[in-house]
């Protein structure tokens, strides 16, 4: 028999009215301890802040529900009302915050309803985590009221990437980074007892399979999971997905610190029931079959949790150029590494180090081809990775035809799809909530 305790989540089915999130705030009284007065933060989950092509749906919060929130807050006379986010900085691609949020439709919304935009890589308060030391968002910490909207998605590193997780995108970049090296779950689990939402409402009008990355697939699911406790809206969410929360290791080690049951039989889950709405979405993604790479003859080798965010971009972007520029094309074998926890195996005659983590942990692979850098540069990635695979003419006539995609896209006449990427149809994928 488990323990009861405080943590009441409600599943509502989200209908496109405001009701659904109005009827699951209620269930769970989720405002009532707002004062008017407090100065609210609102986390979305905007995790790419890169733009272009990517489709959004499981990929970031839906606009129209961080909408529907800043209309209830401002009906119970709310006035200080931000969003903050802090999403990937990445200077080669020009990727930041305040990209992120006028790529999402977020900045178009806080401008129509005179909210304020935070970006979090801004201002950095230290706090500590264990023995560590780490860099989050002053206005995390200095809130009264933080409004965590994450959504509902698989993540390859961490199974789930629910309330808990979507807190990681309070720290500083170099913050980030150091979660990866540590240990992700332990520092997860130990960023919660620190930052402390009072209200997590996890967007699932659409779900992410396979993700995090735009080359997983959403799936609509209509739902809204709201709580008052992240720790059992995540579980909430877990079980939604289908993944038993207890093997997703930084709800584990949550439950460790905090004595908190992780049992779903503990929860007083108010309106769906959680065995209607389930589904069964897969979290385990592999580089090499996401890019088609193994069909083309490359090889790659899942690099693990301290395979942190710039890589993750950088091979993100690399792999679906080179998947989408050569489909179908058979090329010589070579094995491309990254992040720190891959060694090239014994039998692959031509080794790809991209990363200086990948360059340090293969240091005796005298031979391999290297791109340095931390993060390394993703265009060098690319030239280097299609020099060593392809003739000379076609990386000519592949960069040609880039750079004539990239100039396009820019004045919005090409829009690129890739291989990796489902195609969402209406009406099941409505861009009207973004
Ligand atoms: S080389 Fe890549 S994996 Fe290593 S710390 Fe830098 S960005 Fe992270």
Known sequence: MTNQFNGAVAITKYDDSIGA????????????????????????????????????????????LIEDIIILLREKGCRKISIGEGSPVNKELGANTLKGFSWSGIGKIAKKHDVKLVDFNDAQV?????????????????????????????????????????????????SKKKFHMLDLDEMIALLNTKIKPKLTV??????MEKGPLPSGRAHRMNLLITGRDVFTCDIVGSSV??????????????????????ETESISVLGERIQDVCGSLEWQSDLESIYHLADMGITVQWPGNRFCTNCVICAGITFSCFCKDNLGVKIPPLEVCFGPDVKAKENSEKVLLIGDCAVRSNRSRKDAIKVEGCPPKIFEAMTTLMDNTLGKRRVKKILATRFLKVLLSKYGLYKERFPTQFPYKKPDFSPKHF
Request: proline share 5%.
């Open 126 to 174: 230290q706090i500590k985590l264990g023995k560590k030391h780490v860099d989050v968002a002053r206005s995390a910490v200095e809130s009264d009221f933080l409004i965590n909207v994450p959504v509902l998605k698989t993540h390859a590193m961490t199974k789930v990437s629910l309330g808990m997780k979507n807190l990681k995108g309070c720290l500083s970049m170099k």
């Open 241 to 262: 997905l289908g993944i038993d929360p207890a093997t997703v290791e930084h709800l584990l080690k949550f439950s460790g610190i905090s004595g908190k049951p992780i």
């Open 202 to 207: 996890i967007d699932g009008i659409y779900a």
């Open 21 to 64: 999130l109005q009827k699951g705030i209620d269930l769970i009284g989720g405002l009532e301890d707002l004062n008017p007065s407090d100065n609210i933060l609102i986390k979305p989950n905007i995790v790419w802040s890169l733009g272009g092509a990517a489709p959004k749906y499981g990929l970031i919060t839906t606009t129209r």
